[in-house]
């Protein structure tokens, strides 16, 4: 094998992917733009939203024997709401829940004095019910606003209650808890990061690997040049290691941008949030954790590509290469997702799992608990595994029924 | 010199079985001769010939080119063999020169080498407006033209070009033949299949009658018209494939 010609196949197809409108989408823009897209964009305008319908008069319907003018001015005062005391009836009342004509209804039952809180031998009080639609937003909403209302009102029934009998509040509130987040601002980046550079990264890397290797294996049986190239003096061998190089530089590329893009997202996001939220955000990656990630991204941009290479050259069109491609793709995404899932942790036994072992070593080192023997485990598996891709894209490569299949 | 001695290869189909696309064919190619392969769509033109580019191998039969066997020493075949055909298409993203370049540097060639070269077959091609310009923006003649100067970018002394004049129009197409005739007369061996008579009675010193998978009759265009008693090579040809 010469490696010079794995060399000339490399530069080549590295040209021409560089030229293509689509992989440059797939390699840099996906993943400098899609990133603050999710963070900011979508997050922003999810909030934005919530914020709208935080702030909307929502009509609430209060069935109660006795007057609760309190409850009322506290409802619709402090919290927005247009109480509606006419109905009275429950089954009207939620007929009127279902076709959304009120997000929930509050019911407040006859007191009765032996459990009204009155008498001091009765251990609870009586149940407000609070009538609403989880479903949706608005009543989720409504109800919560009800609730907090509900507890003001309480409260203030013990407050007067206990002024009567002369008791001060912390008879019945003897302490306050009050928690305190002993992490430091790194791990608490760490562990948000932990959870979603993993994913990203590794998804970035597939996503920008995909096209270019459909391209260079079944986009090139499709405009008639794998020939072209077959009659070449290079060896299959030397052809496909080419192009393997090819894909795997673009993932390697693609993830790394999507590291960057994270930490410049991040970065932003503190200081758009200001002081409070920033102090907590702050995106600190050292250069140990820089490293074992990159050290971690190329075996698996490797396996991406020879494992998509050797999906995609059975093809005979993109299109078709496309229909065989994306299941494996969606097959990856899911092992990626181990850096989400509570409690999974990267183990000896798991870092012989292709991709699940990437994704916990990465969140390892985003959390700041590397551990270099289950790191190293992970790259040399990941190495085997992408070696043994590489073996069967070369073997797919030397068959000429599907090299010819056009 | 092309040899080629009793080379066969099957394809096996789902529905129709085993297909013998060549069965049994031998011929022989000099330097400064022009072989024709002359048969119908399916005769089993492009797979002898792409089993000479070794794109394939063949079930059995040997055949060598310059004296290096097609199986054994396929690099070298490949090094001195120029190949054309209508599945060799041109890098669209890339330029004729940038093309050039790549497959300049796989056969080898030195980039003082290759300047020289390309100098030489931008003149004689006359591929200066677009040798610069990516081939996605060149007409079906200028590409043909940038194929070509790929195929001789390595001066190879043996040219194995696959109807190289399919949907080509009459001045692209004459491009090519007049190509081929300076090929002859620079010693070049040259095996060439169409389906065109016209084209294989002005060009072919030999011609090979192919039909399913078979030589059916080969010689000179004089011993073909004496054998079948016409001056009509469409006549030979329908008489050798025994559909007259």
């Not at chain 1, 909403?141 to 509040?169: C, H, N, S």
């Not at chain 1, 490293?291 to 050259?313: D, K, Q, Y």
């Not at chain 1, 299109?319 to 850096?339: D, H, N, T």
């Not at chain 2, 394939?56 to 080119?65: H, N, Q, V, W, Y």
Request: overall charge neutral.
């Amino acid at each position: 094998m010469k490696l010079a010609n794995v060399f000339t196949v490399f530069r080549k197809e590295f040209l021409d992917v560089i030229r293509d409108r689509r992989t440059l989408i797939s390699m840099i823009l996906l993943p400098l733009g899609i990133i603050p897209l999710m963070i900011f964009g979508l997050g922003s305008f999810a909030g934005k939203q919530y914020q709208k319908l935080e702030e909307k008069s929502y009509p609430v319907i209060l069935i109660s024997e006795s007057e609760e003018t309190w409850l009322v001015n506290e409802l619709e005062d402090q919290r927005g709401l247009q109480v509606i005391t006419t109905v009275g009836d429950t089954a009207v009342s939620l007929e009127m829940l279902q076709d959304r004509t009120v997000q929930a209804i509050l019911y407040i039952p006859a007191v009765d004095p032996a459990v009204s809180g009155t008498d001091p031998v009765a251990e609870n009080g009586y149940d407000v019910q609070i009538w609403y639609d989880r479903s949706r937003d608005e009543s989720s909403i409504v109800e919560r606003k009800v609730r907090k209302g509900l507890v003001e009102y309480r409260d203030m029934l013990v407050r007067d209650e206990l002024q009567t009998l002369g008791l001060p509040y912390s008879v019945v509130r003897p302490f306050d808890i009050q928690s305190h987040n002993r992490a430091s601002d790194t791990q608490m980046a760490g562990a948000v990061l932990g959870m979603l550079l993993p994913y990203m990264v590794i998804l970035m890397s597939l996503t920008g690997i995909t096209y270019p290797a459909i391209d260079m294996t079944a986009g090139e049986k499709e405009r008639h040049t794998m020939e072209t190239l077959l009659i070449s003096p290079a060896t299959r061998t030397e052809l496909v290691l080419g192009k393997f190089l090819t894909a795997s530089l673009v993932g390697v590329i693609s993830s790394l941008l999507s590291v960057v893009s994270l930490a410049v997202t991040f970065s932003m996001l503190g200081t758009t949030l200001g002081a409070e939220v920033s102090g907590e955000l702050q995106f600190r990656i050292d250069p140990v954790a820089f490293g074992i990630v990159v050290i971690l991204l190329v075996p698996v941009a490797t396996l991406f590509a020879a494992l998509i290479i050797a999906i995609a050259v059975n093809a005979r069109s993109y299109k078709e290469a496309q229909s065989y491609v994306y299941p494996i793709v969606m097959l990856v995404i899911f092992p990626a997702m181990a850096s989400m899932m509570p409690g999974v942790q990267e183990d000896v036994r798991m870092a012989f799992v292709p991709v699940v072992n990437v994704s916990l070593a990465l969140r390892n080192t985003m959390v700041g608990t590397i551990d270099f023997n289950l790191v190293l485990i992970t790259f040399l598996t990941s190495v085997f595994y992408a070696a043994i891709a590489i073996f069967i894209a070369v073997r797919i490569f030397q068959k000429e029924s599907v090299l010819l299949r056009t | 010199m092309i040899q080629v001695k009793n080379l066969s290869k099957n394809f096996t189909d789902k529905k129709r079985g085993i297909i013998k696309a060549v069965d049994g064919i031998s011929f022989d190619c000099h330097p400064g001769e022009v072989y024709g392969l002359l048969g119908p769509n399916g005769a089993g033109k492009t797979t002898t010939l792409r089993l000479l580019s070794t794109v394939l191998k063949p079930d059995s039969g040997t055949a060598s080119i310059c004296d290096y066997d097609v199986v054994e020493r396929p690099n070298k075949v490949r090094a001195v063999i120029g190949f054309l055909s209508g599945d060799t298409g041109l890098y669209r993203r890339l330029t004729g020169r940038e093309i050039m370049r790549y497959f300049a540097s796989l056969y080898g060639l030195s980039k003082d080498d290759f300047n020289l070269r390309i100098k030489d077959i931008e003149s004689i091609l006359e591929l200066s407006d677009f040798l610069d310009t990516k081939t996605d923006k060149l007409s079906t003649g200028q590409k043909q033209r940038i194929s070509i100067a790929r195929t001789i970018l390595h001066d190879p002394p043996v040219l194995i070009l696959d109807e190289p004049t399919a949907g080509l129009d009459i001045i692209a197409s004459r491009a090519i033949i007049e190509f081929i005739s300076r090929a002859r007369t620079s010693g070049k061996t040259i095996l060439f299949s169409t389906h065109m008579m016209q084209e294989a009675e002005r060009l072919c010193d030999r011609i090979g009658i192919i039909h399913n998978g078979q030589l059916q009759v080969q010689g000179s265009l004089e011993n073909l018209r004496n054998q079948y008693n016409t001056q009509n090579l469409e006549e030979v040809f329908l008489k050798a494939v025994d559909l007259v």
